[in-house]
Structure formats: C-alpha cells, structure tokens
C-alpha cells in the first residue's frame, strides 16, 4: 500500500533538503529567490549612487540652505524616505496578498520597485526623488514579507 503523502520532513529520507522539493516547489523557492537577490541589489544600487545623486539633485545654493549640508541630511532624508516606504509596503502589500493571491502581488511589487528604481535615475529634483524612493520601498516591502509567505505555503 502506498502512503498518500510523502514522509514527514523530520523522518530522514536520505536526501538533502533541495531533494525533497518537488518541482513546483523549486521554482516558487527560486522565484522567491530571485525577487529578494533584485530586491537587495536594488537597495545596494542606491549606496553606489547617493553621492553623485545627490550632488546632481542638491547642488544649488538654496537648496544647500534648505538642508543644511549635502553630504549628510539629505541621503540621510532619503533612506529614511526609502524605509518607512518599506514598512508600509510591506504591511499594504501583504494585506492585499492575503486578499489577491501572493503570487500575484509578488509580481506587482517587482515590477513596482524596479520601475520606480528606473524613474529614480530621471529625476531632477529631490522632492520627486524621494516620491520614487518611497514607492520603491513599498515594492521592496511587499517582496520581503510576500516571498517568504509563498515559499512557507508552497
């Protein structure tokens, strides 16, 4: 007689972990995968590129009155932008993935984060390069609770 399941994941079956996946298993677990590798890389991009950015968008005298010096407050400002954009995405996004359909949702977020990430580079003021930084966060939120979410129901 055969068992209707497979064996219990804390009975050892002489396979690794990653032998154990099924097929539609493994391909959520890298899908996941590759969303959180673009995501990180997404918010590396920022640290390569918050000097010049910053000196592009920040480099009139009134706006260094305004903030005071550019090499501290306002990629400070801008990062600070980029994590509350986070927390409510990842709050927002995970709602509505409950609501929608995770998979769904983690692929809205992706396209949402990479197509503010591009926006991010036209900008020409730092009012609107914040609004882009705050929507990448809310794409990048919304990854990091989605993708977990999916792999621990698949």
Known sequence: MSQPYPSHPSVPTG???WG??????????IVATLAWLFDCLDQQLFNLARSPAMNSLLGTNQTIKLFGSISTTAPTLATSIFILGWATGGMIF?????????AKMLSTCVLLYSI???LSALSTSF???????FVTGLG??????????LVADT
């Not at 154990?20 to 677990?29: A, D, I, K, S, T």
């Not at 990048?140 to 979410?149: D, E, I, K, R």
């Open 15 to 17: 396979k690794s972990w």
């Open 94 to 102: 995970g709602s509505l993935g409950d609501r929608f359909g995770r």
């Open 127 to 133: 009012l609107d390069f914040s609004v882009y930084r």
């Open 20 to 29: 154990q996946l099924g097929p539609y298993q493994r391909l959520v677990f």
């Open 140 to 149: 990048v939120g919304g990854v990091f609770g989605l993708a977990v979410a």
């Open 116 to 118: 503010a990430t591009g």
